[in-house]
């Protein structure tokens, strides 16, 4: 699997509404997938992971769906808060350890 | 919590000069480390698998004589960036699986390097 540099896709919302964070991986073969968030200057913090013999997982306000079909992660983030501004990245990863980022999106909270 | 550390958080160097990044893991032993680039508002780019007692696994495009690194320990893997370039500043990350297991990766905090 490889990632791809590209410039950060943004994403602004109002606090307090839901948060949708979209991903597409390359290796049909991963099989574990997290998201991070990056705060600027930092290194990336875990959020959450699923494995790919589910198709969605929930934690604390956060939920990731996965569609194997096309190749699909999505990020939801219930009640958006300041806090939650930062750059979050999907990382995939197939039989090793090794982890491979995606794009990455920036998202803004408004309040 | 497991921690992972880098040292130096930044460094500012001229061209042509070599500089070395430490990975430690400080309460947990990593057999294996991953080094990651990061270009400004850019996603995180595996650069190298770094092995404890054999040599690194360098990724794609990746020049293992430019980029250097030593799984000196247990503990402690260590880039070095040989002849460093103004296009070499970037954010450099380490990470770590936790107990061998990739479901519970720690990374560091990063290193800013700019080369003048």
């Known amino acids: 699997g490889e990632s791809v540099g590209l410039h950060l896709p943004t994403l602004s919302v109002q606090e307090g509404d839901n948060s949708i964070i979209n991903c597409a991986y390359s290796?049909?073969?991963?099989?574990?997938f997290i998201w991070y968030k990056q705060e600027s200057g930092k290194g990336p913090q875990f959020i959450i992971d699923?494995?790919?013999?589910?198709d969605k997982r929930q934690g604390q306000r956060v939920t990731v769906l996965l569609n194997k079909t096309v190749k699909h992660l999505s990020l939801q983030i219930a009640a958006t808060q300041p806090g939650d501004s930062a750059v979050y990245f999907c990382?995939?990863?197939?039989?090793?350890?090794?982890?491979?980022f995606g794009t990455g999106t920036s998202l803004t909270v408004i309040p | 919590g497991a921690v992972v550390s880098q040292h130096p958080s930044w460094v500012i160097c001229k061209s042509g000069t070599s500089v070395k990044i430490e990975c430690r893991s400080l309460?947990?032993?990593?057999?294996?480390m991953f080094w990651y680039r990061q270009f400004p508002k850019q996603s995180l780019m595996l650069m190298a698998t770094?092995?404890?007692?054999?040599?690194?696994?360098?990724e794609q495009g990746v020049e293992k004589d430019k980029f250097l690194i030593n799984h000196a320990s247990l503990t402690l893997s260590t880039l070095t960036v040989t002849s460093a370039h103004p296009e070499d500043s970037s954010f450099y990350i380490c990470?770590?699986?936790?107990?061998?297991?990739?479901?519970?990766?720690?990374f560091g905090p990063g290193t800013r390097l700019l080369v003048l």
């Open positions: 990470s770590a699986p936790g107990q061998g297991r990739r479901e519970t990766q720690y």
């Open positions: 290796n049909s073969a991963s099989d574990y």
């Open positions: 699923i494995r790919s013999n589910m």
């Open positions: 990382a995939e990863a197939s039989t090793g350890n090794q982890f491979y």
């Open positions: 309460d947990f032993q990593a057999t294996t």
């Open positions: 770094s092995n404890e007692g054999s040599k690194a696994t360098y």
